[in-house]
């Protein structure tokens, strides 16, 4: 099973709400990822856990805020977006970020596309 | 910052004709590993290459790593309409803890029936 699953699917939101971001993997993968894609762009890494704790954060503001709750848990919760906010956001989960190989290999969830009015 | 130039953007092709898009990094990669995303998808995982000159094959797709690290490419031979999708290279500056992959802009593959 290769599988990130990731919820919602889609999501609206207002300038003024809260809303996060679920990604759940079952693949004992101990790297996970959140990434920002905009339509015809690769996409942009925003966070990395690794062993559950935020290992990079691409300068990141803070309207964006990450937490992963267990190994196979990963949220992004969302406050007082921008519309330039809007894009299709990817989590993504590794076997380790360490050394070669299979480790490295990345594995994308289908994303939520979040679009901010 | 370091980035990986990828080539072309957009390719068009008739069905049955060839295609190649190309990865170059100013800097020696680590490894590099190319994924692909359909329309309205995400990107899909095909292969990494990690050895100086490596090259791989998975049925119509040849995946290339220069001998110097630095670049990469991916040729499909006669292209399918299956093929349509957006081909990004992704390399891996670095080694040891490195977490961070850095994608390429990709190339969007149009194949006319």
């Known amino acids: 099973d290769t599988e990130v699953t990731q919820t919602p699917k889609h999501l609206v939101m207002g300038m003024t709400n809260k809303k996060s971001l679920k990604c759940e993997q079952h693949m004992g993968h101990r790297a996970m990822y959140w990434y920002k894609q905009k339509a015809k762009k690769p996409p942009e890494l925003m966070f990395v856990?690794?062993?559950?704790?935020?290992?990079i954060n691409e300068s990141v503001p803070s309207r964006f805020s990450p937490e992963c709750p267990n190994s196979s848990l990963l949220n992004l919760h969302l406050h007082a977006l921008q519309p330039e906010d809007s894009a299709l956001y990817l989590c993504?989960?590794?076997?380790?970020?360490f050394g070669q190989g299979a480790l490295n290999i990345q594995y994308f969830g289908a994303g939520t596309r979040l679009s901010v009015l | 910052g370091q980035q990986v130039m990828q080539i072309p953007q957009y390719q068009h092709v008739q069905e049955g004709e060839d295609f190649t898009t190309y990865c170059n990094s100013s800097?020696?990669?680590?490894?590099i590993q190319w994924y692909k995303q359909r329309p309205g998808g995400h990107p899909v995982f095909l292969i990494q290459l990690v050895k100086s000159g490596e090259v791989k094959k998975q049925k119509r797709l040849t995946f290339q790593f220069g001998e110097a690290k630095k670049n990469s490419s991916l040729h499909i031979t006669a292209t399918q309409t299956t093929d349509v999708g957006t081909y990004f290279c992704?390399?891996?500056?670095?080694?040891?803890?490195?977490?961070?992959?850095?994608f390429g802009k990709g190339t969007l593959l149009t194949v006319n029936p």
């Open positions: 992704a390399g891996r500056l670095g080694g040891g803890s490195n977490y961070k992959l850095t």
């Open positions: 856990y690794s062993y559950e704790k935020l290992s």
């Open positions: 800097t020696t990669l680590s490894n």
């Open positions: 993504a989960s590794s076997q380790g970020p």
